[in-house]
């Protein structure tokens, strides 16, 4: 009911920057929330940040002070700048939303299909 379509990933040296984009179509009534998580290999999917609509925003720690999070609320989009990226930051980036389909339906989540991020020493 809601496709999310990522772009943006790659290949990049350390301290180098990357900007993600990921936008949301479908069937959408409301928008809850947007937001980034990644998973590197062998670890747990993680959040790195996430815009909750018309309230906060938060961040990992990993990725406070390098990354911001920013959406395009008429468009349905968010974007995450990544800057001084590091080695550690390599994972497959998804993007996530929290939308509703139709009036009064509560919240479901849906996730994109992920993005390579490469960060080499």
């Known amino acids: 009911q809601v496709q999310l379509v990522e772009s943006g990933g790659g290949l990049v040296q350390a301290g180098g920057s990357l900007r993600l984009s990921c936008a949301a179509s479908?069937?959408?009534?409301?928008?809850?929330?947007m937001g980034w998580y990644r998973q590197a290999p062998g670890k747990q999917r993680e959040l790195v940040a996430v815009e909750i609509s018309g309230s906060s925003t938060n961040y990992a720690d990993s990725a406070k002070g390098r990354f911001t999070i920013s959406r395009d609320y008429a468009e349905n989009t968010v974007d995450l700048q990544m800057n001084n990226l590091k080695p550690e930051d390599t994972a497959v980036y998804y993007c996530?939303?929290?939308?509703?389909?139709?009036?009064?339906?509560?919240?479901?989540?849906?996730w994109g299909q992920g993005t390579q991020v490469t960060v080499s020493s």
């Open positions: 479908g069937v959408i009534f409301r928008i809850n929330a």
């Open positions: 996530k939303t929290t939308a509703q389909v139709r009036v009064l339906a509560p919240g479901y989540d849906f």
